[in-house]
């Protein structure tokens, strides 16, 4: 099967008076349905790893493919309409804008790619919010919500087009451990029930073990990779 995201030979050098290589030579592929962590020391490099197969940054040396495309033969918009349609993001801190409701921050992807009337992007927004358990809740901002609920949205925005990958840099980060678990269980759920592939940032070794595969990086460069395992294998909470 054709990777849905691979990396080759991916370097990533930080220009300035003294060059600062924060990725090395990384070589990975990232098939459907996987469950992933990425791993390691604070300042390894994890979360420029995952910009890097994100298209939020560019390579210096290497490429990154998209379902088999070398992103280093697309235009600036190709690469934007991949991002919009193929890869959804979910960060630490959720990112969510203040003035609008959970439900209009959910469907402002949907509107950037253009692909939905604005009718059917709100109904499709609000079916994933009250799908994680957010219809009491579809017209508030995201200063009305806890913390967990915040990321709850963040969760069904990275959804909102639809995308077979989720990309989750420390996701759990800044929640509490009962936050932590439910928003673990939607990552998780998204793998066995919804088919996608999740690969997520975190430090957190006790959701790295209960993943398909670890991905530890030290000092920029694959320092351990492991064999997938079966879908079946994840715990089911």
């Known amino acids: 099967m054709t990777p849905l995201i691979e990396a080759r030979g991916v370097t990533k050098i930080l220009e300035g008076v003294v060059p600062v290589t924060l990725v090395k030579d990384i070589n990975l592929a990232i098939m459907q349905r996987e469950f992933i962590a990425i791993t390691g020391p604070s300042g390894s490099g994890k979360s420029s790893l995952l910009y890097l197969l994100g298209l939020l940054d560019l390579p210096t040396i290497g490429d990154v493919l998209i379902d088999g ?109 009962l936050a932590t678990a439910q928003v673990f269980g939607i990552l998780r759920d998204l793998v066995t029930l919804r088919g996608k592939t999740v690969v997520a940032v975190t430090h957190d070794i006790n959701l790295a073990v209960q993943m398909h595969r670890r991905i530890h990086v030290v000092d920029g460069k694959l320092a351990q990779f492991e064999s997938p395992a079966s879908v079946a294998s994840i715990p089911q909470a």
């Open 69 to 177: 495309r070398s992103t280093n033969l697309m235009t600036e918009d190709e690469c934007a309409e991949v991002r919009l349609s193929r890869i959804g993001f979910v960060f630490q801190f959720h990112f969510l804008l203040p003035e609008f409701s959970i439900t209009e921050n959910v469907a402002l992807p949907m509107r950037a790619l253009g692909r939905l009337s604005s009718r059917a992007a709100t109904l499709r927004a609000e079916e994933l919010l009250i799908s994680f358990g957010l219809r009491d809740h579809l017209r508030k901002t995201p200063d009305q919500l806890s913390g967990g609920q915040r990321q709850r949205v963040a969760v069904a925005r990275a959804l909102a087009n639809d995308p077979p990958v989720i990309l989750a840099d420390e996701p759990t980060g800044s929640l509490d451990s």
